[in-house]
C-alpha cells in the first residue's frame, strides 16, 4: 500500500462520493486495458477526442476498480464504487501528481529541448546509477499524460529523479513544472522541432526554460540565439565550443570511431572519449559531463564511465522468429516501469495464446530485492505469462516467486540451452539489461532473411488513424481498410493495432485476407469486399461478413443462409452509383427489395457506396451526385424493407473532402498509413513506412567505365558505386532506376545508376563518406512514396502494395 496516493487524491478538491471501498491503494491507471491490481488502483477516466474512458468504468468495476476520479457518474454505477467527481480529469491527474512530487524531497533533474531528451536521460541513469537509486521516466513519456504518470512512479528508496519534459504549445510547460519541480534543469539540443505551436525561436527557448523556474541550476550550451535570463534563484551552468566566457570550455577532436573531448573546467584540462561522432551524440554526450561536474565527480570517473556510453534503443521491435514464433526484442533496458510497457506491448502483439518472457536481473528499482520480485511475480500472473525464462544471479535466487520458470545465471549459460527450450507458436518478450547482451538471444530467435526490412511505425499508425478520428461526427463510426496486407504494410500486426484502439470493423478485399485474420485472432467483425460465390460457406464458417453486390450472389448466399439455418447473418449491401465496379444499379432496387423482405436468415447489417472522384476538387460535381443517388437508393431500402442499417460511403479522401456525408461510419484506407491527397493534410499525417537495406560493396570505377545490365550508365568521372541488395523483385520499378530515382544514405542522396536489377541497384555514391554495411533509404521521409509515384506516374497505392512478401516487415513502437 501507497499511503501518498490516498494523502495526494484527498488534496485535490472533488466532490467525493463515498461508498465506503476502502481498499489500500497501491497504483494509479488511466488505461482499462492494462491493469495490474484491481482492487488497490485508483483510476482517472480521461477524456480524449475520441475517446473516454468512462465508458469502461462498469467493465472496470467488474475487475474489482473501486477507486475512480471521473467527470461523471456512469449510471448504474453510482453506488458501486468511489468517486471523486471532478470538471476536468486530466486536471486532477496532474494536480495529482504535483502534490504526490512535493511528498518527496530529493534532488531531480529535469531535461528538455527539442532532440536529446530520452537519449541524456538514459545516459544519465546509466552514468550515475552506480551510485543513486534513480527514478526515470519510462522510454519517452514526457507529455501532459506522460509526466505525471512518470512522477507516480516515485517511491520511499529513490533519491535521485531523472525526468523528461516535452511540449508543442505554448503554456504547456508551467503544468510540467508543477509535476516535476526540477531542482536541477538541463536544456538539450534546441533544434527546429514543434516550431509550428510558437512564434519565434525565442518564445520556444523561454516556455521551455520556464521549466527551471525553481530550479537551483540550469545546465546548457551558450548559443547566441539564446538570449536567456536565468529565473531570480537560479544560477547557470554553461558550456560551448566557442565562447571562452562558458563554466566548460570544451575543443572536440573526431576520429575513425570515436571523438576526444577536450573539457576545460576550472583551469584544469582533461579528455574524455566517446564512442560516437555525430554532432547530436556529441552534444548529448557533453550535456551527461556537465551534470558528472555539477556533481563533482572526479575527471577519472568521469572518463571510465564516458567510454561506455552506447546507442540508446527506444524502440519496441516485433520480429518475426523462428518456428513461427515472433519476438518483441526490448534487450536494452530492464526496470521495473519499462518491464509493465512491455508486458503491454506484448499483449497487444500476441500472435497466439502462448507469451513467454525472457527476463534478466532487473536493476534500479528502488525496492529491495524480494519485494521487487514478489511485485514481477505479479505483473507476470496477471499478465497471464505462459512461461518465464530468467537470466541473472538475482533472478535465479527468486526463482521459485514464479510459475513455470527455468533460470540460468548468464546468457552463455541460456545460449548453451536453447535447442532444449522448444521455442514454437509463441509470443517472446526478451527484456534485459544492457549488460546481459540480449541482442545476442534476439538474434538466435529472428528468423534469418536479406537485410532490406520494410520498417513499420506502429506510433504513426495510431497517430494517423486519430487524425482521421478527430475529423469524425462523435457517433460516426469507423471501418479501416486493411485489404491487401494491410495496403503493403503488415496485415495482422496492424490489425491487431486497430483492435487495441476499438475501432468498429476491418475490411479486407478476399475471404482468404479475413480468414487468415480470423486463425490469428482477430475479433473484431471484417466485411470481405469481393467475396467469391465459392467462398460463401468458409465466410460463414469464420463469422465474417459479405459484401452483396450483384442479385445473383444474394442468391447464392440466400440459398447457403437457408442450408445451414442461419438467423439474422450479417451483409453487406453495395449499391453502384457511379463507380460502376461492383453494386446494385438503380434499376435492379425493386427485385433486391423482393428478395430481400421477410428473410430470417440474413441482416442487412450496412448499406455502402464507393465514390470515384472523392480525391478530385474538379470532378466534386460527380461525387455529390453519387451521394444524392446513394441517399435514394439506401433511403429506399430501408423504408420498405423497414431496417436501420449502418450506412457509409467515404473512403479516406471522401472523409478530408466531403464531411457532411459521413452518415454512420467511413471506410479509412490509404490515409491511415500516412497518405492524403490534400497538402496540408498530407503535413499532418505521419509516415508509416520506411523501405531499407545496406551498402553491400563499394568500388570505384573510372571514367568511360560502365555499370550494370545494358551498360545503360557510363561513368564521365572517376566514380563510387554502390551496390544495394534490393531489385525489381522487391516491388521497386525498373522505371525508378537510369537516373530518375535515387536513395538516401547517411541523410544524402545518392542517384541510381545504370538499370535496376532484379536483386539489386547500384547507386552513385562518388561525393559522399558511406561505407559498405551503411544503410540506405529506399522510401520513407525521403524520398517520399508520394515523391515516387510523382515520378513513376503512379499512385502510393501501387508503390506500398508493390513491395513484395520477401522483403521482411519489422513492426516498432517509439
Ligand atoms: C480500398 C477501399 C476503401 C479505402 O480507400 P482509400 O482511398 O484507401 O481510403 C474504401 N472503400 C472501398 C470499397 C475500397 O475498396
Redesign the pocket.
Known amino acids: 500500500m501507497n499511503p501518498k496516493i490516498l494523502n495526494s487524491i484527498q488534496n485535490i478538491p472533488s466532490k467525493f462520493i463515498d461508498n465506503h471501498f476502502d481498499g489500500a491503494l497501491d497504483a494509479v491507471s488511466i488505461d482499462s486495458r492494462s491493469l495490474q491490481n484491481g482492487s488497490q488502483t485508483l483510476f482517472f477516466a480521461l477524456v480524449g477526442i475520441h475517446s473516454d474512458a468512462h465508458h469502461y468504468i462498469s467493465e472496470l468495476i467488474e475487475n474489482e476498480v473501486r477507486n475512480f476520479v471521473v467527470s461523471y457518474i456512469p449510471e448504474g454505477c453510482e453506488a458501486k464504487a468511489n468517486f471523486y467527481v471532478v470538471e476536468d480529469t486530466l486536471g486532477a491527474l496532474q494536480e495529482f501528481a504535483a502534490h504526490y512530487r512535493s511528498l518527496f524531497d530529493f534532488p531531480i533533474i529535469g531535461l528538455t529541448g527539442s532532440n536529446g531528451k530520452t537519449i541524456v536521460k538514459e545516459w544519465l541513469n546509466f552514468l550515475l546509477s552506480p551510485d543513486y537509486n534513480v527514478i526515470r521516466s519510462p522510454k519517452s513519456y514526457n507529455s501532459q499524460v506522460g509526466v505525471p504518470l512518470s512522477v507516480i512512479a516515485i517511491n520511499e528508496q529513490h533519491n535521485l529523479g531523472i525526468f523528461e519534459a516535452g511540449i508543442s504549445a505554448r503554456s504547456e510547460m508551467q503544468k510540467l513544472e508543477k509535476m516535476i519541480k526540477p531542482t536541477i534543469g538541463v536544456l538539450t539540443n534546441i533544434g527546429s522541432a514543434h516550431d509550428e505551436g510558437f512564434l519565434n525561436l525565442k518564445e520556444k527557448i523561454k516556455e521551455k526554460m520556464s521549466l527551471f523556474e525553481n530550479s537551483k541550476i540550469v545546465i546548457y550550451q551558450i548559443n547566441e540565439s539564446i538570449d536567456y535570463a536565468p529565473f531570480a534563484k537560479t544560477k547557470v551552468f554553461t558550456w560551448s565550443f566557442t565562447n571562452k566566457d562558458s563554466d566548460v570550455f570544451i575543443v572536440k577532436n573526431t576520429h575513425v570511431d570515436q571523438t576526444i573531448l577536450n573539457v576545460c573546467y576550472q583551469g584544469e584540462n582533461f579528455d574524455v572519449n566517446i564512442p560516437f561522432q555525430d554532432e547530436a551524440s556529441i552534444e548529448n554526450a557533453i550535456s551527461c559531463v556537465m551534470v558528472l561536474l555539477y556533481f563533482k565527480y572526479d575527471p577519472t570517473i568521469i572518463r571510465n564511465r564516458m567510454q561506455l556510453l552506447y546507442p540508446v534503443e527506444m524502440r519496441l521491435k516485433v520480429k518475426n522468429g523462428i518456428n513461427n514464433c515472433n519476438i518483441i526484442d526490448d534487450s536494452y533496458s530492464s526496470d521495473f516501469q519499462s518491464l509493465k510497457i512491455a508486458l503491454d506491448f506484448l499483449e497487444s502483439q500476441k500472435q497466439s495464446d502462448k507469451k513467454t518472457v525472457i527476463l534478466s536481473d532487473i536493476f534500479q528499482s528502488g525496492l529491495n530485492k524480494d519485494e521487487l520480485y514478489s511485485k514481477v511475480a505479479d505483473l507476470i500472473v496477471s499478465n497471464n505469462i505462459s512461461r518465464v525464462i530468467g537470466i541473472g544471479e538475482t533472478i535465479s535466487e527468486f526463482k521459485d516467486k514464479f510459475a513455470n520458470c527455468v533460470t540460468y545465471t548468464t546468457t552463455a549459460a541460456f545460449i548453451a540451452d536453447y535447442e532444449n527450450l522448444d521455442f514454437n507458436n509463441e509470443t517472446i518478450l526478451v527484456k534485459g539489461a544492457r549488460s546481459f547482451q540480449f541482442e545476442e538471444i534476439v538474434w538466435l530467435l529472428e528468423e534469418k532473411t536479406h537485410e532490406t526490412v520494410l520498417e513499420i511505425n506502429l506510433n504513426a499508425i495510431s497517430h494517423n488513424l486519430n487524425f482521421f478520428k478527430s475529423k469524425l461526427k462523435p457517433k460516426t463510426k469507423i471501418m479501416v ?1 486493411v ?1 491487401a496486407f494491410g ?1 503493403g504494410n503488415g496485415g495482422f500486426e496492424i490489425a491487431k493495432l486497430l483492435e487495441h484502439h476499438k475501432v468498429d470493423y476491418l ?1 479486407v ?1 478476399f475471404a482468404d485476407e479475413g480468414i487468415a485474420l480470423k486463425n490469428q485472432g482477430i475479433q473484431l467483425p471484417i466485411m470481405v ?1 469481393n467475396p467469391e460465390n465459392t467462398s460463401f460457406s468458409a465466410i460463414i464458417n469464420y463469422q465474417l461478413e459479405p459484401e452483396i453486390y450483384s442479385l445473383k450472389g444474394l442468391r447464392a448466399f440466400l440459398k447457403i443462409a437457408a442450408q445451414k439455418e442461419l438467423k439474422h447473418f450479417p451483409i453487406h449491401i ?1 449499391l453502384d452509383t457511379g463507380m460502376h465496379r461492383l453494386g446494385f444499379e438503380a434499376d435492379t432496387i425493386d427485385e433486391l427489395i423482393a428478395t430481400l423482405k421477410g428473410n430470417e436468415n440474413i441482416k442487412v447489417q450496412s448499406i ?1 457506396s ?1 465514390l470515384a472522384t ?2 478530385d476538387v474538379m470532378q466534386e460535381g460527380f461525387a455529390k451526385a453519387q451521394i444524392n443517388l446513394f441517399e435514394k437508393m439506401s433511403s429506399k431500402l430501408m423504408d420498405e424493407l423497414q431496417i436501420k442499417p449502418i450506412r457509409h460511403i467515404l ?4 472523409i478530408s473532402n466531403f464531411q457532411d456525408s459521413q452518415y454512420d461510419m467511413v ?5 491511415l498509413y500516412g497518405f492524403s491527397n490534400d497538402l496540408e493534410e498530407q503535413k499532418r499525417l505521419e509516415n508509416v513506412g520506411t523501405l531499407k537495406s545496406i551498402i553491400s560493396q563499394i568500388r570505384t570505377i573510372s571514367s568511360e567505365e560502365s555499370v550494370g545490365y545494358g551498360r545503360k550508365f557510363i561513368a564521365n568521372r572517376e566514380t563510387r558505386v554502390a551496390t544495394i541488395p534490393i531489385g525489381y523483385a522487391d516491388g521497386i520499378s525498373r522505371g525508378w532506376g537510369n537516373g530518375v530515382g535515387y536513395v538516401v544514405i547517411k541523410k544524402q542522396k545518392a542517384t541510381i545508376i545504370g538499370s535496376i536489377c532484379m536483386d539489386m541497384l547500384m547507386v552513385d555514391c562518388t561525393d559522399m563518406e558511406c561505407k559498405e554495411g551503411d544503410a540506405v533509404i529506399i522510401f520513407g521521409e525521403n524520398p517520399t512514396v508520394n515523391y515516387m509515384a510523382e515520378q513513376l506516374n503512379t499512385i502510393s ?1 501501387e508503390i506500398l502494395t508493390s513491395i513484395s512478401q520477401r522483403v521482411k516487415r519489422v513492426f516498432y513502437r517509439e
Do not use: E, Q
Not at 667 to 671: A, V
Open positions: 481498410m485489404k495496403y475490411g478485399a469486399l453495395k455502402l464507393h472523392s480525391d473512403n479516406t479522401s471522401g471506410r479509412l484506407g490509404i490515409g497505392y
